[in-house]
């Protein structure tokens, strides 16, 4: 199972970024794909979920209104378009699979994961 997320960046704040997140070797059909972060210091953050199952989603709040998560199936992607950046956004992203019907915010939940990807926004 491999994951590779892409699309991190330098973006101004008010700016916008979409992260890609390309799953492959993966045979079963229920899973979910979560996105988290870990900026400098910090615990890392379970940001947004998607469950392949029946496409309920998480987001954690404060994103809400900012963020959305989506996902093409036949493409075997997990997008996570990032509006209205603030620098406290600024962070490494990951993609993570957890084998599992529903989404979870616990990054021990998750089984698989990406080598993230890296987002600053600054002025």
């Known amino acids: 199972v491999q994951l590779v997320e892409s699309g991190g960046g330098l973006v101004q704040p008010g700016g916008s970024l979409r992260l890609s997140c390309v799953i492959s070797?993966?045979?079963?059909?229920?899973?979910?794909i979560g996105w988290f972060r870990q900026a400098p210091g910090k615990e890392r953050e379970g940001v947004s979920c998607?469950?392949?199952?029946?496409?309920?989603?998480y987001y954690v709040d404060s994103v809400k209104g900012r963020f959305t998560i989506s996902s093409d199936n036949a493409k075997n992607t997990v997008y996570l378009q990032m509006n209205s950046l603030k620098p406290e956004d600024t962070a490494v992203y990951y993609c993570?699979?957890?084998?599992?019907?529903?989404?979870?915010?616990?990054?021990?939940?998750?089984?698989?994961w990406g080598q993230g990807t890296q987002v600053t926004v600054s002025s």
């Open positions: 998607i469950s392949r199952s029946d496409g309920s989603t």
């Open positions: 070797g993966f045979t079963l059909d229920y899973y979910a």
């Open positions: 993570a699979v957890d084998i599992a019907l529903l989404c979870s915010d616990k990054d021990r939940a998750y089984d698989y």
